[in-house]
């Protein structure tokens, strides 16, 4: 029985006493409230002296993904050209996501940093200071469900809170201008840098076989050798042009990808056909055109002929592919469009007076009771139990 009593006595002992706990809060009231008050005035204080800044927004929709591709459709109907450049990888991210990702590209933060003088305004030494500066001072983000763009810039000028937003909106249309970020944009430049080369090559072999006429006087040639040329001629522009797709698919597909083996195979196809043109009884290594359908003494404007016709081949090969590109990116243009352009705020947006004061409020409560009980320690019991008060000694 005594065990047991001992036992109850070491229980109670280890509990803590709400009662006590509530009473002890009650007894530091005033402290309490002291503590909490002097704390919400304090964060009055500081709120009313922090800066105050504005936040503006603008709202725009960007270009959707165009399904499909003007120029895999025509030439698929046409059966020649470059097939299949309108197949491909589907990109990894949607169009809002990729501008937005453009608006917090270092160029467009620069052009920003320099339109508004942000070094200056930001007390920053370093152009990298000012950009990170900016960034904790912008917010873009993509609407999941409807893909609108939101772009939110925060400032201490209401104005030019409004400004800095309506200003990234002209970036990112003029950097998206000057940027070839669709496919067909691609494919544009790169048959327009082809096409530029081929021209240049064209304009020689017209000024070599004028100079060769000039020379040695006009040269006629049969018919059936000048059909011979042209074929060849037409057959080496085809491979040019399938190299030149080829090169470009594998700039965005694997070699794995059917697109790129279906054209290397082509290739193949056509340099088989040449090669059996090109010589005659299997002998000789890429000649001219065979020796028995060619007079000896025409060999030389031959040659400089067949460059002709190949490079005037080749160019009209090329141009046809550009117009395509273009009628396909003329399709894919770009059109970003302004919902709600940024205006200027009314209200600010920071400090939020109310938030802070009540926030600090209930934190001082909070801590201010865990500082009371710490201070009293209701928890902790008397050394002697009640009822066992032992009498002074005298």
């Given at each position: 029985m005594e065990q047991k009593m001992e036992t109850d006595a070491l229980r109670r002992e280890d509990e803590i006493d709400l009662t006590e706990i509530f009473r002890a809060v009650v007894r530091r009231a005033r402290l309490i409230t002291g503590i909490t008050v002097a704390t919400a005035v304090v964060a009055l204080v500081v709120s009313l002296l922090l800066p105050n800044y504005y936040k503006a927004e603008t709202r725009i929709f960007p270009p959707q993904d165009k399904g499909g591709n003007l120029a895999a459709q025509l030439l698929g109907q046409g059966g020649a050209g470059l097939l299949g450049l309108a197949g491909g990888i589907s990109p990894v991210k949607t169009q809002g996501e990729l501008f937005v990702e453009i608006m917090k590209s270092r160029t467009v933060l620069d052009r920003i940093v320099d339109r508004f003088d942000l070094l200056n305004l930001y007390k920053k030494r370093f152009r990298e200071d000012a950009r990170k500066r900016l960034l904790e001072l912008i917010s873009a983000k993509e609407e999941r469900k409807s893909g609108i763009i939101v772009l939110t810039v925060e400032d201490r000028d209401p104005k030019r809170a409004a400004d800095?937003?309506?200003?990234?909106?002209?970036?990112?249309?003029?950097?998206?201008?000057?940027?070839?970020?669709?496919?067909?944009?691609?494919?544009?430049?790169?048959?327009?840098?082809?096409?530029?080369?081929?021209?240049?090559?064209?304009?020689?072999?017209?000024?070599?076989?004028?100079?060769?006429?000039?020379?040695?006087?006009?040269?006629?040639?049969?018919a059936q050798a000048r059909a011979i040329i042209e074929g060849i001629a037409r057959l080496r522009a085809g491979i040019a042009v399938k190299e030149v797709e080829a090169r470009v698919l594998r700039s965005f597909a694997t070699a794995q990808n059917p697109d790129v083996q279906r054209v290397e195979e082509e290739i193949r196809a056509l340099r088989s056909e040449l090669e059996k043109l090109e010589t005659s009884k299997g002998s000789g290594v890429d000649p001219i055109m065979s020796?028995?359908?060619?007079?000896?003494?025409?060999?030389?404007?031959?040659?400089?002929?067949?460059?002709?016709?190949?490079?005037?081949?080749?160019?009209?090969?090329?141009?046809?592919?550009?117009?395509?590109?273009?009628?396909?990116?003329?399709?894919?243009?770009?059109?970003i469009q302004v919902i709600d352009r940024a205006v200027t705020p009314e209200r600010k947006y920071w400090p939020r007076i109310s938030l802070i004061v009540s926030v600090a409020t209930v934190m001082a409560v909070f801590f201010s009771v865990i500082f009371v009980l710490f201070l009293d320690k209701p928890w902790k019991k008397s050394d002697h139990p009640p009822g066992d008060e032992r009498l002074p000694a005298g």
């Open positions: 800095i937003t309506n200003a990234f909106v002209e970036e990112l249309k003029s950097l998206k201008g000057g940027l070839a970020i669709s496919e067909a944009g691609q494919r544009r430049m790169f048959f327009e840098d082809q096409i530029r080369q081929t021209k240049a090559s064209l304009s020689r072999a017209e000024e070599e076989i004028k100079a060769f006429q000039q020379k040695t006087g006009m040269f006629q040639i049969d020796s028995g359908r060619v007079p000896e003494m025409g060999m030389e404007y031959l040659r400089k002929l067949r460059q002709l016709k190949y490079n005037e081949t080749l160019y009209e090969l090329l141009s046809k592919q550009y117009e395509l590109a273009k009628l396909d990116e003329a399709r894919d243009t770009v059109v």
